[in-house]
């Protein structure tokens, strides 16, 4: 086995994806799972098409363009506006996209033509966190712009609560996303079919509401592949939080003093930190850095301590029992943890109980 290691256990994947779709049902909301995480990966996207979602989800066209080109058929969702760079590609490879410019759309519609096939925008909405949507009191002029582009479809509204500020998606911005949605199919007369209410953040909401909105998809990634939600930081009942880990090795284990000797400046990376004489210390270091993974996404074992990182060491200290060299460490990953250290080219993935998922059809 090489480290660092990613062990992805495909079992814990899919059953979370079922929870998650069986605790919705019931709110009689859908769910899209988000790939990005796992730079659209085939072998995760059937796992989830296995769990029974009918849409996959990815912020990144090159990802849903893998997915396609393993010759997955479930139909595409791009989740961040499209780059008019890239629009054929958008159009070659996802049936969907989220959109906040007219521009955008209108080319969509202008090579759409060309191409001959029909895509489906979904509008999203400002609802206060800042980052992408249409204000609300320019929705309607934004929807008479685009309703008569050809071979547009207009399939929905959604918005993005959590991201840039953590606006908490709570029941005030969940009705109005819905108020929102029955004033435009009044307005134009016109069906919506996907009222998309946001992120994981948006798990909480939709789990304890009671009341009847409008509301009937959410994009998920984090909770489905790390059985928490972001807004605070909880594990979701019912769900493994553990079936991702990152594995790493020590290659040094010293007792040495905490103090530093000699002249300071800055360290490797322009920081200089204020050091207390703690003594000697159990120190060992771990073939890991931050060309590996954001070192705040990880969290160390019981006993562990990380105290800094370079570009390839992880710097901790152990507080009874000394580290040996060759020891494995496993680390917990929080959403950072994760997206740093899958997308790394250095940090080895191995996905786990691919066999049962690869059998059933695809
Ligand atoms: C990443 C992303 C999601 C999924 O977010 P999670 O917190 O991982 O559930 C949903 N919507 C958009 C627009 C995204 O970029």
Sequence with gaps: MSYPRLDINCTKIYFNTRTLINKLYKKRISITPVTKVFLGNPIITNVLINAGVNMIADSRVENIERIKLSGIKIPTMLIRTPMISQITNVLKYCNFSLNTEVSVIKKLSLEA??????????IMIELGDLREGVMPHQLFDFVNKIIKLPNIIIKGIGVNLACRYGVVPDKMKMSQLSELATSVENKFNIKLDIISGGNSASLYWAINNKNQTRVNNLRLGESIFLGCESLYQKPIKGLFTDAITLTAEVIESK???????????????????????RGLVLQAIIALGRQDVSISGIKAPKGITIVSSTSDHLVVEAIKYPLFVGQKIKFELDYSGLLSSMSSPFIYKNFQNVKGFELLKK
């Design 113 to 122: 033509c060309k191409l001959d096939i029909k895509h489906g925008v979904i």
């Design 255 to 277: 007792i040495k003093p905490s103090l530093p000797w000699g002249e300071r400046g800055c360290n490797a990376f322009g920081e200089k930190e204020d050091i207390c004489d």
